[in-house]
Protein backbone atom coordinates (compact mmCIF):
# COMPACT_ATOMS: atom_id res chain seq x y z
CA UNK A 1 0.00 0.00 0.00
CA UNK A 2 1.08 3.64 -0.81
CA UNK A 3 -0.37 6.54 1.32
CA UNK A 4 -0.60 9.97 -0.17
CA UNK A 5 -1.61 13.57 0.70
CA UNK A 6 -1.37 16.68 -1.49
CA UNK A 7 -1.10 20.04 -0.72
CA UNK A 8 0.03 23.71 -1.85
CA UNK A 9 -3.41 24.12 -3.54
CA UNK A 10 -5.29 27.54 -3.00
CA UNK A 11 -6.37 30.87 -5.06
CA UNK A 12 -4.48 32.09 -7.17
CA UNK A 13 -5.08 35.31 -10.01
CA UNK A 14 -4.24 33.92 -13.72
CA UNK A 15 -0.54 34.59 -14.88
CA UNK A 16 0.23 33.17 -11.03
CA UNK A 17 2.24 30.37 -9.92
CA UNK A 18 1.54 27.62 -7.46
CA UNK A 19 3.55 24.22 -6.28
CA UNK A 20 1.41 21.49 -5.13
CA UNK A 21 3.17 18.61 -3.22
CA UNK A 22 2.36 15.09 -2.98
CA UNK A 23 4.16 12.90 0.51
CA UNK A 24 4.04 9.96 -0.24
CA UNK A 25 4.27 6.15 2.98
CA UNK A 26 4.18 3.21 3.15
CA UNK A 27 5.79 0.56 0.63
CA UNK A 28 8.32 1.86 -1.26
CA UNK A 29 7.71 5.25 -3.03
CA UNK A 30 11.03 5.32 -5.18
CA UNK A 31 9.86 2.19 -7.21
CA UNK A 32 6.51 3.87 -8.30
CA UNK A 33 5.60 5.95 -11.27
CA UNK A 34 3.67 8.86 -10.18
CA UNK A 35 0.72 10.87 -11.99
CA UNK A 36 -0.72 14.19 -11.52
CA UNK A 37 -4.51 14.27 -12.51
CA UNK A 38 -7.25 16.94 -12.36
CA UNK A 39 -11.13 17.34 -11.88
CA UNK A 40 -13.60 20.07 -12.09
CA UNK A 41 -16.65 20.31 -11.55
CA UNK A 42 -19.37 18.26 -13.85
CA UNK A 43 -15.73 16.59 -15.70
CA UNK A 44 -14.15 13.73 -15.90
CA UNK A 45 -11.01 13.67 -14.08
CA UNK A 46 -8.21 14.42 -16.68
CA UNK A 47 -4.14 13.46 -16.92
CA UNK A 48 -1.93 16.41 -16.35
CA UNK A 49 1.84 15.23 -15.87
CA UNK A 50 3.77 11.80 -15.20
CA UNK A 51 6.63 10.82 -14.52
CA UNK A 52 8.49 7.56 -14.10
CA UNK A 53 10.35 6.32 -10.26
CA UNK A 54 13.55 7.68 -11.95
CA UNK A 55 12.18 10.56 -12.82
CA UNK A 56 14.11 10.65 -16.45
CA UNK A 57 10.88 10.05 -17.95
CA UNK A 58 8.21 12.77 -17.90
CA UNK A 59 4.97 13.47 -19.66
CA UNK A 60 2.63 16.20 -20.03
CA UNK A 61 -0.87 16.98 -20.93
CA UNK A 62 -0.79 19.19 -24.05
CA UNK A 63 -2.92 21.73 -22.13
CA UNK A 64 -0.07 22.49 -19.28
CA UNK A 65 2.89 21.94 -21.17
CA UNK A 66 5.22 24.06 -20.91
CA UNK A 67 3.86 26.21 -18.09
CA UNK A 68 3.49 23.03 -15.48
CA UNK A 69 6.87 20.68 -14.54
CA UNK A 70 6.78 17.67 -12.41
CA UNK A 71 9.34 16.46 -10.38
CA UNK A 72 10.16 14.20 -7.60
CA UNK A 73 12.50 13.53 -4.54
CA UNK A 74 12.66 9.86 -4.15
CA UNK A 75 14.78 10.60 -0.44
CA UNK A 76 12.11 12.74 0.49
CA UNK A 77 9.06 10.45 -1.05
CA UNK A 78 7.60 13.53 -2.39
CA UNK A 79 6.59 14.49 -6.09
CA UNK A 80 5.43 18.11 -6.56
CA UNK A 81 3.89 19.98 -9.62
CA UNK A 82 5.23 23.37 -10.17
CA UNK A 83 2.57 25.16 -12.03
CA UNK A 84 3.02 28.40 -13.77
CA UNK A 85 0.98 30.88 -15.67
CA UNK A 86 -1.75 29.65 -14.47
CA UNK A 87 -5.23 30.28 -16.54
CA UNK A 88 -8.82 30.38 -14.67
CA UNK A 89 -9.52 26.74 -16.74
CA UNK A 90 -6.39 25.43 -14.64
CA UNK A 91 -9.54 25.11 -11.51
CA UNK A 92 -9.84 21.85 -10.25
CA UNK A 93 -9.08 19.66 -7.93
CA UNK A 94 -5.61 18.15 -8.04
CA UNK A 95 -4.82 14.83 -7.22
CA UNK A 96 -1.53 12.83 -6.98
CA UNK A 97 -1.88 9.25 -7.91
CA UNK A 98 1.35 6.34 -7.88
CA UNK A 99 0.95 3.34 -10.65
CA UNK A 100 3.11 0.01 -10.23
CA UNK A 101 2.87 -0.18 -14.07
CA UNK A 102 6.02 0.56 -15.95
CA UNK A 103 4.86 1.45 -19.22
CA UNK A 104 3.89 5.37 -19.58
CA UNK A 105 0.32 5.48 -18.75
CA UNK A 106 -2.44 8.80 -18.39
CA UNK A 107 -5.39 6.68 -17.83
CA UNK A 108 -6.63 7.14 -14.08
CA UNK A 109 -8.02 3.22 -13.92
CA UNK A 110 -4.24 2.45 -14.37
CA UNK A 111 -3.52 4.02 -11.26
CA UNK A 112 -3.44 2.10 -8.44
CA UNK A 113 -2.99 4.63 -5.42
CA UNK A 114 -4.60 7.91 -4.75
CA UNK A 115 -4.55 11.05 -2.44
CA UNK A 116 -7.72 12.85 -1.45
CA UNK A 117 -6.85 15.78 -3.85
CA UNK A 118 -5.98 19.71 -3.11
CA UNK A 119 -8.31 22.54 -4.82
CA UNK A 120 -6.46 24.88 -6.42
CA UNK A 121 -8.55 27.69 -8.00
CA UNK A 122 -7.42 30.39 -10.61
CA UNK A 123 -9.15 33.72 -10.82
CA UNK A 124 -9.79 35.77 -13.90
Known amino acids: QVQLVESGGGLVQAGGSLRLSCAAS????????MGWFRQAPGKEREFVAR????????NYAVSVKGRFTISRDNAKNTVYLQMNSLKPEDTAVYYC?????????????????WGQGTQVTVSS
Open 97 to 113: AATNRVAVTITPGNYDY
Open 26 to 33: GRTFSTNA
Open 51 to 58: ISWTGSSK
